[in-house]
């Protein structure tokens, strides 16, 4: 769930929490250029379902987090929630001229649930596959976010 709207940004330092209040997940407050903040909370469907605990539960924590750490006062939210899927089988990612590349194939990282530099590659893979003709493959774009994050991959 997030929301993105008009906000007279005083702290202009984005903040991550993760696994608050049990989350299998994170949610974020992330000030952008122009007087916009986005915020918002995730969490992996299974996560939300084996803790009893449901995302809008968390949204509201989240809102009264924002309110008392003075980040966001006297805002009246409406978020928009939003699913995807992230890493799994995806040993089938073209049938003929047919190609699945990003959301549509499910490339997004398992940890971090990141999905935009696997979408890029995999659109460009595909590209490159109907020029010239070749193989298309996802297999080697990272299922995971932390590695790179923490200096453990290039
Ligand atoms: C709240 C939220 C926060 C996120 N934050 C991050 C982040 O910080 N970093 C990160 O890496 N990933 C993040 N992700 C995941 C990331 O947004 C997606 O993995 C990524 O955008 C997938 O790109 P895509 O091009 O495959 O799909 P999309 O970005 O969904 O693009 C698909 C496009 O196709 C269009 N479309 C759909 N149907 C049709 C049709 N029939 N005809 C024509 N057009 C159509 C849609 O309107 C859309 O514009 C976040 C996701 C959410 C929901």
Known sequence: MEEE???PVADTACRLWFFQHSLRGYAWYVPKAGGYVNVGVGSTADGLWNSGQNLK????????KLEADGLVTGHTFHPIGHSYYVRGDVSQPRIGNAF?????LG???RDM?????AAIQSGLRAADAIVTGGNYSVDSIPRYSLPALLGWRG
């Open 5 to 7: 709207f008009p906000y």
């Open 113 to 117: 649930g990141e999905g935009i530099s």
């Open 107 to 109: 490339l997004a990282t």
């Open 100 to 104: 699945l590349a990003g959301d549509a």
């Open 57 to 64: 539960h968390h949204w509201e924590l989240l809102t009264r």
